[in-house]
């Protein structure tokens, strides 16, 4: 049996949780099953839930590659073809499963888009006020599940400075952690 296919399809079945593969997971195990007549059901089913374990346990737990083959090595009753399997798969996916990881433990809203103009006041009351640039800003804000929200506001020359300076300021402490 081709082992490396068999971790393949447990990470896109449990891990990656890719729409083809849970559409008809039958179909998938069929075609595992197609590759190598002389494999058992019961043994296939028994490989993809050592497998469905050993990479569900590191996708929650954040494993890079080096700790996953720590533990697989640590394993003593497991099979070291199936591990190396294993390990050669999450190799692979790692990165995906590390955005399928963030994007299931983000529960809050987040910028989906932002755009923006720069406007001069032709009218107002107050002369002062007159040619005074000002940006427009509009950004839509919401998360996967619920329909964006808009909202819009403008930002004089000083508010534009200091926000400005506030994003500096989170992107230092961003680029230090």
Same mark, same amino acid.
């Given at each position: ?5 068999? /971790?393949?399809?447990?990470? $896109? ?24 007549? +002389? ?20 996708? /929650? /737990? &954040? ?10 090595? &640590?394993?003593?009753? &497991?099979?070291? /073809? ?7 798969? =999450?190799? $692979?996916?790692?990165s995906k ?8 433990? !983000? =529960? ?7 755009? =923006? $103009?720069?406007?001069?006041? +032709?009218?107002?009351? $107050? ?13 839509? %804000? &919401? ?6 929200? !808009?909202?819009? !506001? ?6 534009? +400075?200091?926000?400005?300076e506030e994003v ?5 402490? %961003? +680029?230090?952690?």
């Amino acid at each position: 049996m081709d082992l490396e296919a068999v /971790a393949e399809a447990a990470m $896109r079945l449990y891990v990656l949780e890719d729409p083809r593969a849970i559409a008809d997971p039958a179909a998938l195990k069929q075609r595992l099953l197609a590759m190598d007549p +002389s494999v058992q059901p019961e043994a296939l089913e028994e490989q993809l839930t050592i497998c469905r374990a050993r990479l569900e346990e590191a996708a /929650a /737990a &954040g494993y890079n590659s080096a700790q996953l083959e720590g533990v697989l090595k &640590g394993e003593e009753s &497991g099979d070291p /073809a199936l591990s190396e399997a294993i390990l050669v798969v =999450w190799r $692979r996916n790692e990165s995906k499963v590390q955005e399928v990881v963030r994007s299931k433990s !983000f =529960w809050g809203n987040k910028l989906q888009r932002m755009s =923006w $103009r720069v406007d001069v006041t +032709s009218q107002s009351r $107050r002369v002062e006020e007159i040619n005074q640039p000002c940006a427009i800003v509009e950004v839509q %804000i &919401g998360s996967q599940a619920s329909n964006p929200e !808009f909202v819009r !506001f403008e930002m004089e020359k000083e508010m534009l +400075s200091q926000m400005h300076e506030e994003v500096q300021k989170l992107q230092s402490l %961003i +680029s230090q952690s």
